[in-house]
């Protein structure tokens, strides 16, 4: 990976500081916990300005995030609120598909292999996901965010096993992939991006924001549960549809794993793992991103 440069260094360096800060009311009494995310997200956007990775733009969008989000969080169900969710809505996914301007998220990898088969992978530090991440997790329902398991951790091992395996197969099967074990010398800096950079905004968005709010507005149900499921996985694979549509269909099973396994636990914290757990054996064990003969993958 290309080595950062020292301001947008610390730039993802408080970001990180700020995600892992949200989760302090769930290991500290204290009411000013919730706020202890507050400075060190101040400093990341200070920093992130200095190194050039936000522009005015930027902050315009992030701007209309936040009031959106807190509108969607404080008004009774109306049209406002709808009006509300449809926004955050609509810049998550402009953030997701980075296509909102005002944003140079780095590139630390350019068109490399990481094994003679495998396509060629590139790879962005995206602040303005780490960033969208950031404000569901606090302005939205922040207390059901953050809230802990149901389940015990050795509950939740059959559920992402059983994910794995249908995935795995699946992809092997669409020829997607092939056994290859490998150990880059990088792997601690991928695992900590796809963490906090992918894993965690993109489960904030379609397991905490679409399919919590779809469980809470269709009922307690068994059918509306498996709807709720169902719904965020398919928008999460809709949402890899750059890598064609075998690929969005693969990244859609996946989600509905995730989805399940977020179910099950009540905790964004579960399905966060689980997501990154699966894209680290894929890492670790299977041709990444894909093969060369395979479709792209975005």
């Known amino acids: 990976m290309t080595p950062l440069p020292p301001l947008s260094a610390a730039a993802f360096a408080a970001l990180t500081a700020t995600l892992v800060a949200v989760w302090a009311p769930r290991v500290s009494p204290s009411p000013r916990a919730w706020t202890w995310w507050v400075l ?3 400093a990341t956007l200070v920093l992130a300005q200095a190194a050039g990775l936000v522009t005015t733009a930027g902050l315009v969008a992030l701007f209309v995030l936040v009031g959106a989000c807190r509108v969607a969080a404080t008004v009774p169900h109306g049209a406002l609120k709808g009006f509300a969710l449809s926004v955050v809505l609509a810049v998550s996914a402009g953030i997701l598909a980075h296509v909102l301007p005002g944003f140079e998220n780095p590139r630390v990898l350019d068109a490399a ?3 003679p088969e495998a396509a060629p992978y590139t790879r962005y530090l995206n602040l303005d996901k780490g960033l969208l ?3 569901l997790l606090t302005l939205v329902s922040p207390r059901e965010a953050i809230r802990r398991s149901r389940l015990p951790v050795a509950a939740l091992v059959p559920p992402f096993a059983l994910t794995a395996l249908v995935v795995t197969i699946a992809t092997m099967a669409a020829g997607y992939v092939r056994w290859d074990p490998k150990l880059p010398g990088w792997w601690a800096s991928w695992l900590w991006s796809m963490a906090f950079l992918t894993a965690l905004p993109e489960e904030a968005v379609f397991r905490h924001v679409i399919q ?3 469980q809470t507005w269709l009922g307690a149900s068994t059918r509306a549960h498996w709807t709720a499921i169902a719904a965020s996985g398919l928008l999460f694979g809709a949402a890899h549809a750059g890598g064609g549509w075998t690929y969005a269909g693969l990244a859609s099973l ?3 794993g995730y989805g399940w396994i977020y179910a099950l636990s ?8 689980a997501h990154t757990a699966l894209n680290l054996l894929h890492f670790l064990l299977f041709t990444y991103p894909a093969l060369a003969s395979a479709a792209p993958v975005g």
Do not use: D
């Open 254 to 256: 996946a989600g509905i």
């Open 266 to 273: 009540g905790s964004l914290t579960a399905s966060i793992a």
């Open 212 to 214: 919590g709010g779809l």
């Open 40 to 42: 060190p997200f101040l």
């Open 133 to 135: 991440g950031l404000f």
């Open 113 to 115: 292999r990481l094994s």
